[in-house]
């Protein structure tokens, strides 16, 4: 069956560094990937994507590749602060057979000591 | 003010009870999900919604119904067939249906048996 998978449940990383979290697709290729953050409590909010045929796409300290020939997406945040600590999810949206029907990985906890 | 509101943010169930979760959005969004989150782990799709009238089963239906009668509400109901319904619901919305279309979640509802 179509899978994503987050490798790690938890990250611990010193402020200033870069955080960089995994997310690996098994069984499909999904056309698009999007990464969300979840604060405790609330309900993700949606950060960035990228499509298939993107080596990368960034946004202000976030960055985002796409490499099908491992079946991984990575999500990198520079300069990391405090603030950045969150859990951060990947999904797919579904397309062609399951247009609309999504699919979440169990999402990466990050811990930015200061 | 745009967004989601679920309602009630805490619901408690007795035995043998079913409950109803709220989900409202003034997003004018068609397609409409609801997901399950256990702690520590991501979110599960349990249904959604493409458009007014119609809705399919997620990865986990079982022991939950739904209804879409207007674009803005997608009200969730947790029956007593389902065992262990404490957990933290979550409810998106999406603008499109491709798979470049972000979700928007709102802040969830934290359902516990007494």
């Known amino acids: 069956s179509q899978k994503i998978e987050q490798n790690s449940e938890a990250l611990n990383i010193q402020e200033g560094k870069t955080a960089t979290l995994t997310c690996n697709y098994t069984?499909?290729?999904?056309?698009?990937l999007q990464w969300y953050r979840q604060d405790p409590g609330r309900g993700p909010v949606f950060l960035l994507l990228?499509?298939?045929?993107?080596k990368e796409k960034r946004k202000e300290r976030l960055k985002v590749t796409f490499d099908t020939t491992l079946k991984q997406s990575l999500f990198h945040i520079t300069a990391s602060q405090p603030a950045d600590s969150a859990t951060y999810l990947c999904?797919?949206?579904?397309?062609?057979?399951?247009?609309?029907?999504?699919?979440f990985g169990d999402g990466t906890t990050l811990t930015v000591k200061p | 003010d745009g967004g989601i509101t679920q309602s009630p943010k805490y619901l408690f169930r007795k035995e043998g009870q079913n409950v109803t979760l709220s989900c409202e959005q003034n997003l004018n969004h068609d397609a409409m999900y609801w997901y399950r989150q256990d702690p520590g782990q991501g979110l599960r799709l349990i249904y959604y919604s493409q458009i007014v009238n119609d809705f399919q089963k997620g990865d986990i239906a079982e022991g939950y119904s739904v209804s879409r009668e207007k674009k803005e509400s997608f009200p969730l109901t947790v029956t007593s067939a389902q065992k262990n319904p404490t957990a933290f619901y979550l409810c998106?919305?999406?603008?499109?249906?491709?798979?470049?279309?972000?979700?928007?979640f709102g802040d969830g509802t934290r359902l516990s048996i007494l």
């Open positions: 069984n499909y290729s999904p056309a698009y």
């Open positions: 999904a797919d949206m579904g397309h062609n057979t399951n247009a609309g029907k999504s699919t």
């Open positions: 990228i499509r298939e045929n993107e």
């Open positions: 998106a919305t999406r603008g499109g249906q491709g798979p470049n279309q972000p979700q928007h």
